[in-house]
């Protein structure tokens, strides 16, 4: 199990596993602040501040809808290219999932390492998806943006899908040989449905400012690379792809939604690799 710490504000010191009396295990620090296991095998590691977040993580609708869109196997691709990096970069012992949401990547991409794995994320409805489906790793409710809840120097591999960069954070709880897996979606990603939904499809490509503010941060990309496909999707696929992305709030975009039946889309997702090393100047 990875090497939490404590989120009581100025704590900080390392989580160890204890056994309570009602036989539900419990983490605890030195100073006698004390977690509880949920009984659906999570750790809620966030503190009351955390409720009051401007950005409380995905809602449930938004998780749900995400959860059926991995489900449906379009991904497949994608989690090939990512195991071309964790595979060849050999033994990653300690892997934390930054934004894990429903935890499906875990199992896919490091499928013989529960034991050393660590999903963090501040949806409550994706963490308990991801502690019933894989219930050997370990999984954490608690916000990325105050802090990651994780002993300095302790992770191995960072993977950020599509999800939250606390660079600074990052950074600390890498080990010295540590590397991080970066995705975001390309500037095609989804277009034929943005295009529809919002009259528009803008085109951004966000990687030049992620490996810029990465490496300001102390973190060099050494790899870049697209994974791209074309698939056909029907209309509840369209739905769930707008709903866990583009939230489409509008009723007029609604109706466009329902609108568009079944359809080719573009999937497109900018991929980077990076180590922790300052580049050599
Ligand atoms: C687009 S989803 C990606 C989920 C997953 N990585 C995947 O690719 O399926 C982004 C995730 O980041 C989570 N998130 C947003 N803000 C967060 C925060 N402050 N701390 C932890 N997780 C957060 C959301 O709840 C959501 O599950
Ligand atoms: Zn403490």
Redesign the pocket.
Known sequence: MLELRCTVRNCERSLELKDSDDQRAGLACAAGHHFDQAKEGYWNLTQPQDKK?L?P??NRDA?LA?HRW?QGGYTQGLVGELRLWTERCGQIARVL?L????G??GPWVFPDQPGDFCG????RP?IKLAARNWPDATWVL????RGLPVMDGSVDCIMS????RPISEMKRVLSPSGICVVAVPAEDDLIELREVVQKRGDRRSRVEAIIQEMSSGGLTCVEQKQWRTQVEIGPQEVEDALA??YRARRWSEKSRIEAIGTTNVTLAADLMLFTNEAASS
Do not use: K, P, Q
């Not at 963090?120 to 949806?123: E, K, M, Q, T």
């Not at 608690?142 to 943006?145: E, H, L, M, T, V």
């Open positions: 977040s950005n993580g995905d998780v995400r991995l999932d934004g894990c949401g429903d499906s990547f963090i994320d501040l949806a994706a608690a916000n990325a943006d899908l599509f999800g939250r866990m992305t």
